[in-house]
């Protein structure tokens, strides 16, 4: 299972998230899982200047330098530490995202990088500066293709404007799909979508399930519903444990029946009642509710049965808001009571 990114690199679309790679701890074994990866047929590596301020990028290079020629390895600029105390923020002010460029070029051992990703637009620095930049870099030959990072369908359309943009790197996974509408539009572009936090939230009892069937674990089947749910999604599973990583890249083999495919797209019990109670509680705003909703019905794998579509109805059919200066408008007992039922029902 290939994929070309920007049309012209070929990796495979089950990759490899660097972030959690023990290097300041254990680096021995930071070392053997990324070199595991390489072995196992990895050819999509993910890093940051974030991931311990380069070190990240350093670790990969001490342990796969010299790169096999099918290897990528991409890398994020734009987050800095030029807070008033030092701290982290975005900054994808123009010398920064030079510095930081010129940074992982020498940390990674490379004369260009083979796909740089803004890692997230700098709501400080105008925009057409920051992707200019980026251009100018990639003009200058240090970098090959460009991708963004958490970005929404608007910001995409926005940068197409400036640069070509060859990836979108948001968090997404079966349980989370706010950037669905982000996907659709990289879908229909041709644009690499990096899902990351692909499994570490994922589970349930559906999971578990479909899990036990196929011999399988939840991680597992997180990442071959990925795979098989867009050709344009590339997943980059983070693990800094080789038995994760090995298990992770067998996903890549793992096959769900159109049938596992729509039980496993419904909302479970956990996601209803965690954004039923998160609307109540006012952790979750009516908006996001909606928008969990509106995936659930717009999904074409979906099939929502007829406790599930009780539960939505109880859930998005009645007013959960309190009004200006009022409590919640239901009392505990009332609320109690749904929430009881919805406990019965899936
Ligand atoms: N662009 C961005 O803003 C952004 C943000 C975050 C991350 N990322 C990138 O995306 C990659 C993946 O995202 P993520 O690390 O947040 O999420 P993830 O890959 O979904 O989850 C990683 C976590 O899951 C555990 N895990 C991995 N495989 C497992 C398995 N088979 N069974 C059980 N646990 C498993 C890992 O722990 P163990 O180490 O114990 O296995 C780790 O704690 C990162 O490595 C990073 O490269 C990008």
């Not at 419904?266 to 039923?276: Q, S, V």
């Not at 998005?316 to 009004?323: A, E, K």
Request: proline share 6%; charged share 25%.
């Amino acid at each position: 299972m290939d994929f070309l990114i920007g049309g012209r690199l070929k990796v495979r679309r089950l990759g490899f998230g660097a972030m959690h790679l023990p290097a300041e701890t254990d680096p021995e074994r930071a070392i053997a899982v990324a070199r595991r990866a390489v072995e196992l047929g990895v050819t999509l590596i993910d890093t940051a200047h974030l991931y311990g301020g380069g070190a990240n990028e350093e670790l990969l290079a001490s342990a796969l330098h010299p790169y096999p020629d099918e290897l990528v390895i991409t890398t994020k600029v734009g987050v800095a530490r030029t807070g008033p105390g030092g701290e982290w923020r975005l900054d994808a002010r123009p010398e920064i995202l030079r510095d930081q460029v010129e940074q992982a070029l020498r940390r990674l051992r490379v004369e260009r990088i083979g796909l740089l990703q803004l890692h997230r637009i700098d709501p400080e620095t105008p925009l057409a500066d920051q992707l200019g930049t980026l251009r100018e870099l990639q003009l200058a030959g240090k970098v090959g293709l460009l991708g963004l990072s958490e970005v929404t369908a608007g910001e995409l359309a926005s940068a197409r404007e400036i640069i070509d943009v060859a990836s979108v790197q948001n968090r997404y996974n079966l349980h989370d799909r706010e950037h669905e509408p982000v996907l659709r539009d990289c879908a229909a572009a041709g644009i690499a979508f990096l899902p990351w936090r692909p499994v570490a939230p994922v589970g349930g009892p559906r999971v578990a399930a479909i899990a036990a069937e196929l011999g399988a674990t939840a991680a597992q089947v997180a990442l071959a519903w990925l795979l098989g749910h867009s050709p344009v999604l590339l997943p980059i599973p983070g693990t800094g444990r080789i038995a994760h990583l090995e298990e992770n890249v067998a996903a890549a083999g793992l096959v769900l029946t159109p049938a596992q495919r729509r039980r496993l797209s419904g909302p479970d019990l956990a996601e209803i009642e965690a954004c039923f109670t998160g609307v109540l509680s006012g952790r979750i705003s009516r908006d996001e509710a909606d928008r969990w909703a509106s995936r659930w019905h717009s999904d074409d794998e979906c099939e929502l049965d007829e406790d599930q579509r009780w539960a939505l109805d109880l859930l998005f059919g009645i007013d959960l808001r309190p009004g200006p200066g009022e409590d919640f408008l239901h009392s505990d007992d009332q609320v109690r009571e749904w929430r009881d039922e919805l406990r019965r029902r899936l």
